[in-house]
C-alpha cells in the first residue's frame, strides 16, 4: 500500500503532530507499506526522521506542484495532518480527482473555538473554499472526543478516534 502523508510542518522540535506521525510511518513501514511524507516545512538541522522518506516542496513552484500532482495521483491512501493552512488547502484541492482514500486529523484545528478567534475571516474562506473538496474526505480521525464534539467539519464522513 503507497501512503502519503502531507503535514504543512515537519519537524521534531514542532512537537505533538510531527512526532507523532512518525511513530504512525515507522509503524506502516515495519507493516510492508510504502510511506512518503511531503510538508511545506522541514527541520534543516535534524533530517534523520528513522529512514522515513520526507520531501519539502513549496506549493508556490509549478513544478514541485506537478510532482505533487503526481505523488497524489500514485497514493493508495492520503493523510491530510491540520487543516487551515494554505498547504493543506491546496493539497486536499489537487487530491480531488484522486482515488485514493483520504483521511483529515485535523489536530484542534476546527475547533469552533479556534475558528472564531485567531484568522476568523481567513479561516472562514479557507472552508468556504474547500467545503466542496471536504465531501471527497473518507474519514476524520480526531484525537479526542471533545475534538470531535467541538468540531466544525461536516458529519457525513466516517470518524475514526484515538484509542488511549
Known sequence: MKILHLIPNFSKKMGGPSTSLIGTCVAQKNLGSNVKVITAKIDENNKNFQNIN????????????????????????????????????????????????????????????????????????????????????????????????NSDIPSEEETLFLKT
Not at 510532482?67 to 493543506?88: G, P, V, Y
Open 54 to 149: 520526507v520531501k519539502k516542496i513549496s506549493i508556490f513552484n509549478l513544478q514541485n506542484l506537478l510532482e505533487l500532482k503526481k505523488q497524489i495521483q500514485q497514493a493508495d491512501l492520503i493523510h491530510f495532518h491540520s487543516f487551515f493552512n494554505l498547504f493543506i488547502i491546496v493539497v486536499i484541492i489537487l487530491s480531488y480527482t484522486s482515488k485514493a482514500k483520504k483521511i483529515i486529523s485535523p489536530r484542534g484545528t476546527v475547533d469552533k473555538y479556534n475558528i472564531n478567534t485567531k484568522k476568523k475571516l481567513l479561516k472562514k474562506i479557507y472552508y468556504f473554499l474547500t467545503i466542496y473538496f471536504i465531501k471527497k474526505i473518507n474519514a476524520v480521525h480526531y484525537q479526542s472526543i471533545n475534538e470531535f464534539k
